[in-house]
């Protein structure tokens, strides 16, 4: 990391100091400058052809902008138009011609032209970085992606392989990955062929909101705002994350006014930070679901009436009202709130008794397995209290705890009987989880799909989920699309062993006076731009 540079704008090196990396010594923070706690440590790249990790992609969020996107005033109002004003789907639904919005301009002062954004989606599925698929699912190849994604002086057009639905794609648009680069500085700054991926590790060719004047691994990123935003400029001037490990660290610094955000408090320190005078704490639902696998290679979970009682066993209520309190709710369906057809039907509650009758009437009278967790406290906790309740119904679970590597590289193996951890959707559509927890056409061992949730736990989908699970990507009318979703769930919770139990909440603690603060909620990153600050 010690190689990393720190590349500064001529306009950045006059708006950079000594408040971006050194603690606070004031007691609140400046009124044009908003101050944020939180975990940044895993960014590897800021190139949005690769970042594909949480405090990445909060980075680019901000420093690019996309075709279409999301509006932080009205997320629920879904992709709305971005860098295109407007767009059309051919009558066949193969290809979708964007129209640019004029008068755009990047932080270089060059335009955003539809040749910058064929460029930026071409390279992207050219470099093949980790987020690629959530593009190449299109049909685009290093190959063929410039004769299917082209344009002209005003237009950009995409060429699809398959007449997918315009949700779909645009969905998928909003990913970072689809951020658009300024090519003309791309270029400038290649090094041996690589479309500008190393220069990107540690720079930005944006047109977003804010510019990159700073980062600092493991320490700090700093945010200046872009006054010629074609949204008009930000009225925080000045964004500095800070990399803050500690809840505990994070609270005293939000006490004492020294950061305006905090967004890794613990339950113990959301109760701490609850009455303290002039800070409030703001929930908002991420896409992360906790869910429980029940591995159908087991002889005893691969019965029906095991499965049905095991959603029974769950104390839905205890666990979300005790150690998960305020971390997570309950939710038993696999799209998250928040996305187009997510289900909001509790269709299992916690029935000790219920699941023992179910037991009984199939003629199981016991049964021992023996599971591996990951040694994350939230897990064990989930696990143990499951452990008791099974008890209670007559079976006996056996926790061995191994690292978050050993208990994947055996999941992925097919080889942990209960699984249970969290799964985060990659991309902003419902096929992001539709496809891996419903959609498995091929279940043997050679197929080794070990990408799809319900492989990994030997889950045969039936062929009517599976061809229903690909027909949703097609179906143009985007009501009747999410109705498709909402029956694939209600189907999915009825028999799949794969069980959603709970859905992951941000608990973030803001000073009084922020106002219109928004993590990005299940669908996306967090956005600065429309975030003020009053007395």
Known sequence: ???????????????????????????????????????????????????????????????????????????????????????????????????????????????????????????????????????????????NVEEMITFDDTTLTLQLDQPYAQSFVLNCLTAMIASVVDKETVLANEQDGDLGNAWLTSAEAGSGAYELAAWRPNEAVQLTAFEDYWQGAAEMKRVIVRNVAESSAQRLLLEQGDIDVARNLTPTDVDS??????????????????????????ELLSNPAVIEAMKHLVNYE????????????????????????????????????????????????????????????????????LQASMAEAGLTLEIEQMTGAQVLDAYRAREVPIFLGEWGPDYSDPNTNAATFAFNPDNSDDANAVGLLAWRNA?????????????????????????????????????????????????????????NWWSGGAVTSVVYHQVTKGE
């Open 1 to 143: 990391m010690t190689d990393m540079t720190i590349r500064l704008t001529s306009r950045a090196v006059l708006l950079a100091s000594a408040l971006a990396f050194a603690p606070a010594a004031f007691a609140e923070t400046p009124a044009d400058t908003l101050v944020i706690a939180h975990t940044i440590d895993d960014i590897i790249s800021l190139d949005p052809a690769q970042a594909f990790e949480f405090a990445g992609n909060d980075v680019n969020r901000n420093t690019y902008d996309r075709l279409v996107d999301f509006d932080p005033l009205d997320p629920e109002a879904g992709f709305q138009p971005g860098l295109a004003e407007s767009w059309e789907v051919s009558e066949d639904g193969t290809s979708i011609t964007f129209t640019m919005r004029e008068g755009v301009t990047f932080h270089s002062g060059n335009p955003v032209r539809a040749e910058d954004a064929a460029f930026s989606l071409q390279r992207a599925v050219k470099l093949d970085k980790t987020p690629a698929f959530i593009l190449t699912q299109f049909g685009f190849t290093a190959d």
């Open 273 to 298: 930070i609850s009455s303290v005078k002039g800070v409030t704490i703001q929930d908002e639902p991420r896409g992360r679901i906790l869910y429980m696998g029940l591995n159908q290679k087991d």
């Open 318 to 385: 205890g666990i979300t009202s005790s150690f998960l309190k305020g971390q997570f709710i309950t939710h038993q369906a696999f799209l998250p709130k928040g996305y187009l057809g997510a289900l909001d039907e509790q269709a299992w509650t916690y029935d000790v008794e219920k699941a023992r009758q179910l037991l009984a009437d199939a003629g199981i009278e016991g049964g021992t397995i023996t599971t591996r967790v990951r040694d994350l406290r939230e897990y064990v906790d989930v696990a143990q209290t």
């Open 459 to 515: 889950y045969e989908v039936p062929a009517e989920m599976n061809e229903a699970t690909v027909a949703a990507t097609l179906e143009q009318d985007t009501e009747k699309r999410a109705a498709m979703y909402e029956d694939i769930q209600r189907q999915y919770q009825a028999e799949a062993p794969i069980v959603p139990l709970f859905q992951r909440i941000e608990q973030v603690g803001l000073r009084d006076g922020v106002q």
